[in-house]
């Protein structure tokens, strides 16, 4: 007897703008989830990816040539196991997922609002990578 395929978990990341958290979030749970999920990432509002977020994701060695900026709109319908909020006004304003199984909401500060020279405003970056990622990692090692 051979065992069927195991498919992926299909989770969608949504934030206000995709610029910056949500694009994070599917990167870094690629990375640790690996064939597990299958990730994509979506805004409400979805504007450009903010050069800071490809940096401190570059800066782990991450790939990035993959992302781009999309609105939830043509998502609704899809099936996900996991629609993940990551910011406030993403989980306040988020449309129904009729097709999803679960619905959670994983509040990040925005890097983008940061102020300050490039370095204070890349420290807010790097901040918020690191906690997408310990959340990420904790929450990939929760998955049975």
């Known amino acids: 007897m051979t065992d069927a395929p195991v498919r992926p978990l299909r989770v969608l990341f949504l ?4 610029t910056a958290r949500s694009q994070m979030a599917q990167v870094l749970l690629e990375h640790h989830g690996g064939e597990r999920y299958a990730v994509t990432s979506a805004g409400l509002e979805p504007g450009h990816i ?13 790939p ?12 609704i319908a899809e099936h996900f196991t996991f629609v993940i909020t990551v910011c ?3 989980e ?3 449309p129904i997922f009729p097709n999803a199984t679960y619905r959670l909401g994983w509040a990040f500060d925005d890097p983008a609002a940061a102020t300050g020279s490039e370095e204070d405003r890349l420290a807010v970056f790097r901040r918020v990578r690191d906690e ?6 904790t929450w990939v090692a929760e998955r049975p």
């Open 92 to 94: 306040a304003n988020c």
């Open 50 to 62: 903010n050069p800071l977020t490809v940096q401190v994701l570059e800066e782990r060695g991450l």
């Open 15 to 18: 934030c206000t703008g995709n």
């Open 64 to 75: 990035t040539g993959h992302l781009q900026a999309k609105g939830v709109r043509p998502l």
């Open 88 to 90: 406030d006004r993403a």
């Open 132 to 137: 997408i990622d310990r959340r990420i990692q």
